[in-house]
């Protein structure tokens, strides 16, 4: 339903108007407010600020339509001014349309012409409307997506790749923040978030900086995925560098007086993975990840990892060995593994 503000000094015009109008008033196509001059037409778009169309005379005590049009951009730059004046009143019309008026009607009035330029005024302002839209849901996904992804969707290529899933040698490594469920019942909800996301943005950069991506943020835990030459030495020289980052951090106070240390537990995996769009198709949530034994795998070694430890297993170990120095910790036995799993820590 369109809303429409009428500001004329004439009291038969409201008559007039809801008159000529009463069908699209009764199947709530229009609405209309009524207003004497200018000051009035004020005082109700502060009331009703999703007004969409002003139509306003010039000539009207306390404050005229010209005036009025000076004011508008402050108080509703989206809305738009149709200005009603008699012929021999081109000069403040052309002074009117100078002013940012959108379009004139004469009077006397013809109502038909009248509701036709309304529903070309409306259909303006809606446009406008969904442009302000879209502009504001682009900048939200800036803070969400990456520049390159956002290049990627507007491009050809992008409608052909959700279609298309693949098998890829690559490592996954899940960062656990440790202990953090627990300061969320003793510290109010906004400094969880605070504290949580300044806690992501270390983990993040340090991921970056190595060439990962970022996957998911899983609660207070983060999926990262590496690809390319040297994918597993990277992931553990991120590793490194986030349980590096995350211990210099000061102690946070909860409310009950307690010091909250972060720590990390970490879960790296290499292998095989099908990456790809996993989701539902119907409700449109679908999530370009990695899934497969070797995610899984990563998953379980970072809930068998303790507070500060890096853990792989052995495959992963044997290509790492030359690389970094890692302490065997021994066999554990893992959720859908039939056999123990032997499993090392990444020391440094």
């Known amino acids: 339903m369109a809303k429409i503000l009428v500001v004329d000094d004439e009291a038969d015009l409201e008559l007039l108007v809801k008159q000529k109008f009463r069908r699209k008033i009764r199947e709530n196509v229009y609405e209309f407010i009524f207003a004497q001059n200018g000051e009035e037409a004020l005082a109700k778009l502060l009331e009703n600020p999703d007004v969409d169309v ?68 409306i259909q303006h302002v809606l446009q406008i409307r969904a442009t302000l839209a879209a502009i504001k849901e682009n900048n939200i996904l800036k803070m969400y997506v990456d520049e390159n992804v956002l290049n990627f969707m507007t491009s050809k290529e992008y409608e052909k790749s959700l279609l298309e899933n693949e098998a890829v040698e690559a490592t996954v490594m899940f960062i656990d923040i440790c202990g953090f469920t627990a300061i969320t019942e003793n510290v109010p909800a906004n400094k969880v978030v605070t504290i949580i996301n300044q806690l992501f943005d270390l983990i993040v950069k340090e991921i970056i900086a190595q060439n990962g991506h970022v996957d998911k943020f899983m609660g207070d835990a983060v999926m990262a995925v590496f690809r390319g030459k040297f994918h597993l030495d990277r992931a553990i020289d991120a590793a490194l560098a986030v349980r590096e980052q995350i211990k ?46 070797a995610v899984n795998l990563a998953q379980r070694l970072q809930s068998t990892a303790k507070a500060g430890q890096i853990i792989i297993t052995e495959e992963v170990y044997d290509m790492a060995k030359e690389s970094f120095k890692c302490q065997k910790i021994g066999e554990v036995s893992l959720k859908n593994k039939a056999k123990p799993v032997i499993i090392y820590e990444v020391v440094e």
């Open 54 to 121: 002003m139509l306003s005379d010039i000539n009207m005590p306390v404050m005229d339509g010209l005036t009025l049009l000076t004011r508008l951009a402050e108080s509703n730059p989206i809305l738009k001014s149709v200005m009603v004046s008699a012929y021999g009143d081109m000069q403040n019309i052309r002074t009117a349309m100078n002013r940012g008026a959108f379009d004139f009607v004469c009077k006397p009035v013809d109502f038909e012409d009248l509701d036709v330029t309304i529903e070309k005024t």
């Open 248 to 293: 210099k951090i000061a102690g946070i106070e909860a409310a009950d007086g307690k010091i909250f240390e972060p720590l990390v537990s970490i879960g790296i995996n290499s292998g095989e993975m099908i990456s790809g769009n996993i989701g539902s198709a119907s409700l449109k949530r679908l999530d370009y990840t990695v899934i497969g034994d």
